[in-house]
């Protein structure tokens, strides 16, 4: 239910929101970019709030203001409140939610994180096979505001009364162990880094991965956003182009399943490498997509690259620095997260409008995600 404040729900908009209010794609790109380093501000302080209040009290409160921002996005007239809009469903969507429901699942796994992310990272997967081409249809059938207030009212009959009847605090607090019967069988709590948000921001691991997860979220967002433009460069039309989504969210359900599994048994930093390097060869391949086998092709490179980000994004910081302060780092993570999905798509669209093609920029780009690859593999960590 993030997906319609995610660049891969907002990109289907894109267009028949600059066609409706007559902007350049830059100028939107631009709000785009302001909308979310705004709304990425106020997520170390939600990530404090959670851990005082509960993730289900945080997650009724979200959902609420996130169904709000998705109706106020079918509202929109001009420049200054698409640039509200854009705030509100990037911090809430992408930002606040995402954050309250990966650290519910952290709060209550310890041994088996790795795979109880990766079951529910499926479900983000299958989101973003199957909601482009919904929002696709929708924006066909009623037009891309009423298609946004439906989506609204999609997250206020799902994720709302979920989140009320399921989310609770840790397990401690009400007698139980995490991992459930796992845990309860080993009669003795999990052994745990106790570290703050302080002490986590002096560790080399911290800026390591806050730093890859950045590069694939500016750049990955960069190639989400302007996706039917650049298919539409290489010649593929935008039917076409939606089709992309279905191998990239098949295989981002895949690599979610099987990351989550590797990362209860080996060095995380090597799925870093492996999701960077994805992300290098699908900017290389992004306008060379000239039949449908190359479509798939970078479908599955962006699948790759997606599943296994979620999977770092969502159990790195407590695999290395535990659940105690969880909801403070992955706050203060989440904001740079959120803040490096601004440039990618400014940078694309600059490029873009210089140079007439994306090609360079993209070129250029994918030199970063190589030398973060080469970075992982050689940095030294702390254990957890």
């Known amino acids: 239910m993030t997906t319609p404040g995610q660049t891969v729900g907002v990109s289907v908009f894109l267009d028949p929101i600059i066609d409706d209010l007559g902007l350049t794609r830059s100028l939107v790109s631009l709000l785009y970019m302001l909308g979310t380093l705004t709304g990425s501000l106020a997520l170390p302080w939600i990530g404090r709030g959670i851990d005082r209040f509960g993730t289900r009290r945080a997650v009724v409160a979200i959902a609420v203001l996130f169904s709000l921002a998705c109706g106020g996005m079918a509202l929109v007239q001009g420049v200054v409140t698409l640039g509200l809009g854009f705030i509100a469903i990037r911090g809430l969507g992408q930002g606040a939610l995402g954050l309250v429901s990966i650290n519910a699942i952290n709060l209550w796994f310890v041994q088996r994180r790795g795979l109880a992310l990766s079951l529910s990272g499926i479900g983000f997967a299958l989101g973003i096979g199957t909601f482009p081409l919904l929002i696709e249809w929708l924006i066909r059938q009623y037009g891309w ?193 959120v803040a490096a999905t ?21 070129t250029l780009a994918s030199l970063l995600p190589f030398t973060m690859g080469l970075v992982a593999l050689g940095l030294e960590l702390r254990q957890r």
Not at 345 to 362: C, H, M
């Open 342 to 362: 601004a440039v990618g798509p400014l940078l694309f669209s600059v490029g873009f409008e210089r140079f007439g093609s994306y090609a360079l920029v993209l």
């Open 145 to 337: 505001r009423w298609a946004y207030a439906l989506l609204g009212g999609l997250v206020a009959v799902t994720i709302l009364p979920a989140g009320a009847l399921v989310f609770r605090r840790q397990p401690e607090l009400y007698g139980l162990q995490p991992d459930g019967r796992l845990g309860a069988r080993t009669q003795q709590r999990p052994t745990e880094a106790n570290v703050t948000l302080a002490q986590a921001r002096r560790t080399s691991t911290f800026w390591l991965f806050a730093l890859g997860n950045g590069v694939v979220a500016a750049l990955g967002t960069g190639l989400l956003f302007h996706h039917y433009s650049i298919m539409a460069t290489a010649g593929v039309d935008r039917t076409l182009a939606a089709l992309v989504f279905l191998p990239y969210g098949l295989v981002a359900a895949g690599a979610n399943l099987v990351s989550g599994l590797l990362l209860d048994r080996i060095s995380p930093r090597f799925l870093l490498s492996v999701m960077v390097w994805m992300l290098c060869l699908a900017l290389l391949l992004a306008v060379r997509v000239n039949s449908p086998q190359l479509l798939v092709l970078y479908g599955v490179l962006l699948g790759l690259m997606q599943g296994t980000n979620g999977i770092l994004q969502a159990g790195v910081y407590s695999y290395y620095f535990g659940r105690a302060h969880l909801g403070s780092i992955s706050g203060f993570a989440a904001t740079l997260m």
